[in-house]
């Protein structure tokens, strides 16, 4: 019996000493946690949604803003008229009823979501309806006044509110603000004690952002990227604008794009190739304007020189591959500066061999080639470059003239623009100024040089050979009237591992002014349709439109040295009919009209060209010849 007795006994105070731990371990340890929980058994509470920044152009132009708006909430315990609450949620709301109803009449859930971001308007008829049950949550929605401009720039946001594209995503973290929440107490069935507030904490507006963009060049770069697409109709078109002497993007845009307050959801393939920004995510061979980096490349190790004379037949031979100039004929006897004017492939094939391989590599390098830029922009590509142990000779050859190197367009015009500024490589971005909502606190970015690439010297030649380039094209007088501008052209046929495509990649590269250039343009059309391909056709004359409306904007007068010889912008020359004449004779009118010209096919009779015949020309202008 005492045996029995002290085994009961043990047994009693093992259960207690169990039971007491278990106390102790509920009301010690995991106090917190289950406090946490009755709260949330005996509350219910409601978000503030943060308001999101707004994002500003350079001169204080809002580019995307939020506005109010409320989700909707319907709590089953407090509804009691279900049908008609149903029916007024399905009618204001654009809901099918009977999903309405299902959550409405639904005892198993305490709260549910009806509809978020709906307007203010709507949902003060709601209110006015004095429906029990319904609740509201003050929420943002955002909008681009806009509507499609800087579409890939900007990108746009989760209908909750956060960044999914463009700047939205890389700087969500500054602009969504901290949201808040309101909360009162309830009863054991989630009916809500009236005049019992439990705690209410605001939310904090995220960060205002202000842009490197300017809001009305953007708008002459969107005007001209739609009449590319009008007019060459392209598989796509860009340009950038760009300060040469900070690296701030005073304008990006492509086309195709679509209106930011009406992405295309429903069509996902069409949403994610057109929320791409070409510009920094893509890759393409620059051709003719990579010209100019070979030459300050060459200039600055004292590979050549102005007066470097080169002869050109049509062809250079390396590792007995036959690489042919543009001009078949060849240029014969040219200068360096001839050489970029005629944008002899000969030219740089001898620049690219002189230099090598590992200075080549080098420089490409300094210019940023084969690395991101670090520009403030998710998914930046880094281009393409060879392996510099297997290129062979030919390799190197073609890639004095911008072939068998792939870079992204902002890469180039960031490169371009250091040969251009005097040598200093800066790194490219969008934002300037970070502040919050009362402007109590700022934060500026400033430009980032990053290397020097060439010397003053060298930068201050090519800036005059760029500009010999349009004289030379158009006479300086006749591509826009009194201003000094400077430019490349670009065409590069795309290739595949079976050879030519008949595809073109046509781009132009220009600054103003050109002695000392305040704005670097870079236009890139991939795959026009119209039938022409060369650069300086359907690339060059939508930079020019640019150029003029940054001046008419600017209101920046005149050169005087350039104010004379005004007689000079006559159109002058009628453009006779060439089509049908053999490619000896209309070169022979071209050329005694004092005209340049470019053919394109390798026959001996003349099929198309351009400008069409009556047309009015500049002289030295250039015709384009089909065969």
């Keep these: 019996m005492q045996k029995r007795l002290l085994a009961m006994m043990l047994l ?39 308001e999101r920044g707004v994002i500003f152009d350079r001169n204080g132009v809002e580019l995307a803003v939020s506005y109010t708006t409320y ?26 009823y009977d999903v309405v109803y299902k959550k409405v009449s639904n005892p198993k859930v305490s709260e549910s979501l009806i509809k978020m971001q709906v307007k203010s308007s709507v949902a003060k008829e709601l209110k006015n309806s004095k429906l029990s049950g319904i609740y509201y949550s003050e929420n943002t929605k955002r909008y681009y006044p806009a509507g499609d401009l800087l579409t890939q720039v900007l990108g746009y946001t989760t209908i909750d509110g956060n960044g999914q594209s463009g700047l939205e995503l890389y700087y969500n973290k500054f602009l969504k603000g901290i949201n808040g929440y309101s909360k009162v107490q309830s009863d054991i069935k989630g009916s809500e004690l009236y005049n019992t507030l439990d705690s209410y904490v605001p939310s904090v507006a995220g960060n205002n952002i202000t842009l490197t963009i300017d809001y009305q060049i953007q708008q002459m770069c969107e005007r001209a990227t739609l009449k590319i697409m009008q007019n060459e109709k392209p598989t796509s078109a860009q340009m950038i604008v760009m300060d040469p002497n900070t690296g701030e993007i005073l304008a990006m845009t492509s086309k195709p794009s679509f209106d930011l307050n009406n992405p295309p959801r429903n069509d996902v393939a069409s949403l994610l190739s057109q929320s791409k920004n070409l510009s920094i995510a893509d890759v393409y061979e ?39 100039c543009w001009r078949l004929h060849g240029h014969g006897s040219q200068t360096l500066v001839d050489g970029l004017n005629n944008s002899c492939n000969s030219v740089f094939v001898d620049l690219s061999l002189r230099l090598g391989a590992d200075k080549m590599y080098q420089y490409f390098e300094k210019y940023g080639f084969g690395n991101i830029t670090g520009v403030d922009f998710a998914g930046e590509s880094a281009g393409i470059l060879m392996d510099k142990d297997t290129i062979k000779k030919v390799d190197l050859a073609r890639m004095g003239f911008g072939q068998a190197v792939a870079v992204t367009p902002l890469q180039q015009i960031r490169a371009i623009s250091s040969v251009l500024n005097g040598g ?3 790194k490219p971005y969008f934002v300037k100024k970070i502040e919050n909502a009362s402007g ?36 300086i007088q006749s591509f826009i009237p009194g201003y000094r501008v400077s430019g490349k052209t670009g065409t590069t046929e795309l290739m595949t591992q079976k050879g030519k495509t008949g595809e073109y990649i046509a781009s132009f590269v220009g600054a103003f002014p050109s002695d000392k250039p305040q704005y670097v343009i870079l236009v890139v059309v991939d795959r026009p349709t119209s039938g022409n391909f060369y650069g300086s056709i359907v690339a060059t004359p939508y930079a020019k439109m640019v150029f003029e409306d940054i001046i008419k904007y600017k209101n920046i007068q005149p050169t005087k040295d350039l104010k004379q010889g005004q007689k000079a912008l006559d159109l002058t020359i009628q453009m006779p009919n060439l ?21 394109a096919g390798e026959g001996g009779i003349v099929t198309k060209q351009y400008p069409a015949p009556t047309t009015m020309v500049y002289k030295n202008g250039i015709v384009v010849l089909t065969t």
């Design 579 to 599: 089509v049908g004449k053999s490619l000896s004779e209309a070169i022979a009118v071209v050329t005694n009209l004092g005209l340049q010209y470019e053919t």
């Design 286 to 324: 620059p051709g003719s304007t990579f010209k100019v980096l070979t030459t300050a490349t060459a200039l600055e190790e004292h590979k050549t020189s102005l007066d470097d004379r080169f002869y050109d037949p049509g062809y250079r031979i390396v590792d007995g591959q036959k690489i042919k």
């Design 424 to 426: 200093i490589l800066y």
């Design 12 to 50: 009693l105070v093992s259960i207690f000493i169990l039971l007491f731990a278990r106390l102790f371990y509920l009301q010690v340890f995991d106090a917190k946690f289950l406090q946490t929980k009755a709260e949330e058994q005996w509350t219910r509470d409601l978000p503030i949604n943060a």
């Design 71 to 96: 989700d909707i909430y319907v709590r089953h315990s407090n509804v009691k008229d279900e049908v008609g609450v149903a029916k007024l949620l399905s009618k204001k709301l654009g809901i099918d």
């Design 440 to 475: 109590t606190h700022k934060k500026q970015i400033d430009p980032t040089p990053i290397r020097r690439v060439v010397s003053e010297d060298t930068s201050q030649k090519i800036r005059y050979m760029l500009e010999q380039v349009i004289v030379k094209a158009n006479g």
